[in-house]
């Protein structure tokens, strides 16, 4: 199990009664807790299918996506588990895990099953659930620590807003397996969810070599407010302007080195190359 103690609101007491409860059902658990970004991909890296069954990630997305790629860099063999911790826990809501039901959690990551999954690269970085450029990703950039721990999921509304007033909303062009789309914001999504439990990208399945491709054309506040209502109530792929195809290879281009993210934290750079990988991961579901 690899560790993110400042994932979420650092709920320990939670992790903690987590392991106990995979230990009391028969799992052999090994922590290891980051000190700081970069650690959980290179913990993961080094894990070895001699000694380990999975590799666990105790965090949020964005720890998850950093043992992901570890995996990656590995040796191979090792599945991959998540014990929920995050701010926004995306992955949890896509698999269907509660990340407050100590017992399922923990059943969870002791006897799984597997399920082979194909993941998203963006610019060779990999990615679970989504890797977007334009006003999410600045707002991914932009929001602190502290205020997802004071606000939670609110916090990414709160930046939302913030960002959404001073950003200038440049137009991307987005090429999707040969046709040429305009944009201001785009997430190409390997999951359903985004943002938490809400649908926007119905048809993408984490177990398909496919990624569905969100187009949002709209500009300013207005715009974004629009996309923000639509998207908990499940309305954002209806909306009339917005557009969802289907491809597999994407290449995003906009103002050089603006950010993209990926699995809710910065993975790239414009001009983005984002497509599935060839290799698949064994992911841990209930
Ligand atoms: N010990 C550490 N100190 C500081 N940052 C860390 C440490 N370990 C990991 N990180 C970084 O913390 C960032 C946020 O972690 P993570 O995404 O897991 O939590 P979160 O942002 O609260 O949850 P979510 O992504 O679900 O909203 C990641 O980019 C990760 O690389």
Redesign the pocket.
Known sequence: MIH?????RRRRRHLESVVAAAQALGATVTCR????????EDFAALASADDFDAVIAA????????VLNGLGAGQGGLALGVI???????LACEIGLDPDDVDSVARTVTFGPARRIHVGLANRRRFLLMAGAGLDAHVVAGVS?AL?RRAGKLAYVVESLRQAVGYDFPKLTVRADGVEYEARMVVACKGRFYGGPFIAAPDADLATPMLELCILPNTGVAGMLRYGIALPLGKLPALPEVQVVSARNILITGPRGAPVQG???IVARLPAEISIADETVDLICP
Do not use: S
């Open positions: 993110n103690p400042t994932a979420g807790e980051t000190g700081r970004r970069g650690d959980a965090g949020g997305d964005g720890t998850v996506n950093e929920p911790l995050g701010t926004a826990n995306v620590t997802k699995d809710g934290d």
